[in-house]
């Protein structure tokens, strides 16, 4: 199983699944992070957080701890 987090820079993934639960997963699909939604990682901070990815044509800022849910293909 592969999550965001494992991407590298200059990657697009595919989303597959969503884990987590309640306020957090509805945070995350709220941003426009759904399943089958391509998502390209745009930079990773030198300490790894956080992440930048473009997704539906807007960049976004992501916490390891939330890439970590986003499982990917």
Same mark, same amino acid.
């Given at each position: 199983?592969?999550?965001?987090?494992?991407?590298? $820079?200059?990657?697009?993934? *595919? #989303?597959?699944?969503?884990?987590?639960?309640?306020?957090?997963?509805? =945070?995350?699909?709220? /941003?426009?992070?759904? *399943?089958?939604?391509?998502?390209? #990682? =745009? *930079?990773? @901070?030198?300490?790894?957080?956080? $992440? !930048?990815?473009? #997704? =539906?044509?807007? !960049?976004?800022?992501? =916490?390891? @701890?939330?890439? !970590? /849910?986003?499982?990917?293909?």
């Amino acid at each position: 199983m592969s999550t965001l987090r494992d991407a590298k $820079i200059g990657q697009t993934v *595919k #989303v597959k699944k969503l884990n987590g639960e309640g306020a957090v997963k509805r =945070r995350i699909m709220d /941003m426009g992070i759904t *399943k089958g939604v391509p998502v390209y #990682v =745009r *930079k990773v @901070a030198p300490l790894g957080d956080p $992440i !930048e990815v473009t #997704v =539906r044509g807007y !960049e976004l800022s992501l =916490r390891k @701890a939330d890439a !970590e /849910m986003i499982e990917t293909e």
